[in-house]
């Protein structure tokens, strides 16, 4: 099974996400640090749909610039996105996207619900 997983290496979260992908034997990984490689709106908005989430549900608030940019009240999904492409601190994580579906790995536990 082919898994992607998004990923922040100084995330503690991420990295044991991380850690369960690559002790799981049948997984080809990709790893895709994303402060390297920056999102597109179109794989954050068809993330974000197979998840099951919007923008904000996805939006990091802690330890971002997120209320500095005048995105905790009141703005847009299509805002949240812009900030997001621009400021990729501003997604939180990790995101892991299987065949079965894609996850928002908080706690790294719900990885196991698509691998």
């Known amino acids: 099974m082919k898994a ?5 290496p100084d995330c503690g979260t991420s990295r044991k996400t991380l850690a369960i992908l690559g002790e799981t034997p ?46 905790i009240d009141g703005a847009s999904a299509d805002t949240i996105l812009d900030a997001m492409v621009e400021h990729p601190i501003l997604v939180e994580r990790p995101f892991v996207e299987t065949e079965k579906g894609v996850r928002l ?4 536990d719900r990885v196991y619900e698509i691998i």
């Open 105 to 108: 790995c908080r706690p790294q």
């Open 4 to 8: 992607t997983i998004w990923h922040n």
């Open 26 to 71: 049948e997984i080809e990984l990709s790893v895709i640090e994303y402060r390297k490689l920056p999102f597109t709106r179109g794989k954050l908005e068809q993330l974000f749909r197979d998840a099951g989430l919007s923008p904000r549900d996805a939006l990091r608030t802690r330890g971002s610039p997120a209320e500095e940019l005048g995105l």
